[in-house]
């Protein structure tokens, strides 16, 4: 088996990325397969934390526009990460991953309270961490809350699985033009406005050096390709090198 190229990631995941072709909600087969490529990347001995949106169940900014209070809408939409961590968890398990829910709101019942070198000790164990309910506090997104806890637990890199296949000028499914990168800075990202993540989270990532990789999670075996070195999807990195450190794929 070939070795990790990365020692620990932090795989961000859309709430949407769960909802398949369904319009609302989790569609049980869409989580079953993001299980079964987060078995095969942990089976190569990478240490794996998720985080997980709740747009399939909850978009506050939508909300906020129905006149909901920002803040409530935010905890809603925490609350809808929970439900999506669960769903993960028990397709992982069924798939025999070991895997751990840590949420930022206390609820005892349902998952574990994030305790930072918990969930680091979690992860040298060969668990996989989930970490629900975004960072506990409105205003941020859980974009944010995937550069906060990768930096809290010392990931060497955050994966972003989208549906399309690294980041764009504009959105490649309405603009036959778009242009794709494949490496690029976290400066060129925020100048350009780019929709890789939220700019808090870009300038987290930046103040730490720690790379982000956008891929399109939806094609078989790209997250494995990713761990173990391969050049899938785009990468952000503080400045653009010629050789970005990613070997090309055979």
């Keep these: 088996m070939s070795k990790p190229y990365f020692k620990r990631v932090l795989l961000k995941l859309s709430g949407e990325a769960l909802m398949g072709e369904k319009g609302y909600g989790i569609d049980p087969f869409t989580v079953n397969y993001m299980a079964e490529e987060i078995k095969k990347a942990y089976q190569l001995g990478v240490q794996i934390a998720v985080v997980i949106g709740g747009g399939n169940i909850w978009r506050g900014t939508e909300a906020q526009a129905q006149g909901i209070e920002r803040a409530t809408a935010d905890y809603m939409g925490m609350l809808a990460t929970v439900i999506n961590a669960l769903a993960l968890q028990n397709a992982l398990e069924k798939q025999e991953v070991d895997t751990r829910v ?59 699985g989208t549906k399309v296949d690294g980041i764009y000028s504009s959105d490649p499914v309405k603009d036959l033009r778009a242009k794709k990168f494949d490496i690029l800075t976290y400066m060129d990202v925020i100048r350009n406005s780019l929709k890789v993540m939220d700019s808090t989270a870009i300038t987290l990532c930046m103040d730490n050096n720690l790379p982000i990789i956008v891929f399109n999670i939806r094609k078989s075996d790209n997250l494995k390709k990713i761990i173990l070195g391969q050049k899938i999807g785009s990468i952000v990195l503080k400045e653009v090198k010629d050789d970005a450190g990613i070997q090309e794929e055979n």
């Design 102 to 160: 840590q949420s930022a709101i206390d609820m005892r019942e349902l998952a574990e309270p994030y305790i930072r070198r918990k969930a680091i000790r979690h992860l040298e164990k060969g668990r996989v961490v989930i970490f629900a309910a975004g960072t506990g506090n409105p205003y941020f997104t859980t974009d944010t809350a995937a550069a906060l806890r990768a930096i809290e637990i010392g990931a060497d890199v955050i994966l972003k």
